[in-house]
Structure formats: C-alpha cells, structure tokens
C-alpha cells in the first residue's frame, strides 16, 4: 500500500510540468532556443515555435528523467506525427524527425528545458540515444 502511494506521489510531482490544457508561454533562454526556436508556446496538444505547430501528444510524466545536473520529473511529449520543421533562419529543432520532446522545469518552475529526440524508444535521459538537441526557456 505504501508503495503505491510513493509511486502516485512521485507521478504527481511530475505533472505540473505543464500545467492543464492551456498553452504556457516561454522565452528563449539559451542560445540554442533563440537560433532555432525564439518564444515559444507550450501545451501538452503542441508546441509553436516561429509560428510553426508540432502537434504532441503526452506519452509519460515520469519522476525521474536523468539529467546532467541529475534526475527531474518530466513530460515526454510524442511528436504526433514526427516531423523537424524549419523554424528561424531555415534551422530546424534535429535535421531528421523528431518523435518525442521531453519537457522539465528548474530553478522552482522558473525555467523550462525541452530535449528533441530523434529515436524510435521512449527517452529515459539526456544522454539516450537520438538525442538532438536541448533547449532553454524562462518566463
């Protein structure tokens, strides 16, 4: 019973990580966001970026993605269908489709880092393969 419990808790812990249905909003941070990306929009149904919609669709919140700074809680979103748009300056999110992007927040929810992964399986870390790209966001 109490293993249950850790478990529902922990699952819990992970869904803030986009909060309801509506689109969050996030300003490119990294330098990586602000060549491919620029602003973004974020709900757990699609991502814009450029005036671009990558339609997603939430496939696990897990409690813990392993990180380089360590494991998060986080959402990984399956590109539905997988695609790589062009987006800033002709630059795409991978150059080749990308199936999921996992979604997790630091500093108290203050920043968002999206990770594209390119591979067939399910993403369980950062250094996983398929691995394409991070990005960085705050509010």
Known sequence: MMRRYLVAASLLAAAPVLAGPGAERW???????MAITGDISLSP???VAAGRIVPLSVAADVP???TLSGPVPARILKVTPPADPKLLHGNTLCGAPVRWIVAYRKDAGR???LAAFSGETLPAGESGSGLCATFSYAR
């Open 27 to 33: 300003t490119a941070l990294s330098k990586t966001a």
């Open 45 to 47: 149904t699609r991502l």
């Open 64 to 66: 813990a993605f392993a």
């Open 111 to 113: 920043s968002l880092t």
